[in-house]
């Protein structure tokens, strides 16, 4: 989509044509992608649901089930980026859900805000945050 707003404003002449793909050439962006293509892989290890399946007994009340799915889906936002660790903990929010005849809402809400903050304890939890970095080192020298 982004790629198609870029072609239509250079269509439309208000982005110049010489300096319309400059962006592409940012250094952050092979970070950003290979922290999507990381968190797509821990995904389909099945490393995440072999943790959830040895945590299946103590997720007895839905407060516990709740908390630890927030647990989980922070601590892993900490180490790959928050919408790939909540991408990957969706299918098991779900299933938590259903197994207990509960609304996924319940689940999911909370398990957002938790990615949120797993997500702003590093720099590549959340991609807003290495392009805040690169910003503030141009003018002082350190990120």
Known sequence: MALVALLASIAC??????????????????????ALVVSAAVGKSGVIETVVRQLRPI???????????????????????????????????????????RSVSECLMP??????????????????NLIASSVRQEPLGKP
């Open 13 to 34: 002449r208000i982005v110049p044509g010489k300096k319309a793909f400059t962006g592409f050439g940012n250094s952050l962006l092979p970070l950003i992608a290979s």
């Open 59 to 101: 997720m007895r009340s839905p407060g516990l089930q709740v908390g630890i799915l927030i647990a989980a889906v922070a601590f892993l936002s900490v180490v790959v980026e928050n919408i790939g660790a909540l991408a990957i903990f969706l299918p098991i929010a779900m299933q938590v859900a259903r197994r207990n005849k």
């Open 111 to 128: 398990m957002s805000f938790g990615s949120l903050v797993g997500g702003m304890l590093t720099l590549i939890g959340i991609s807003p």
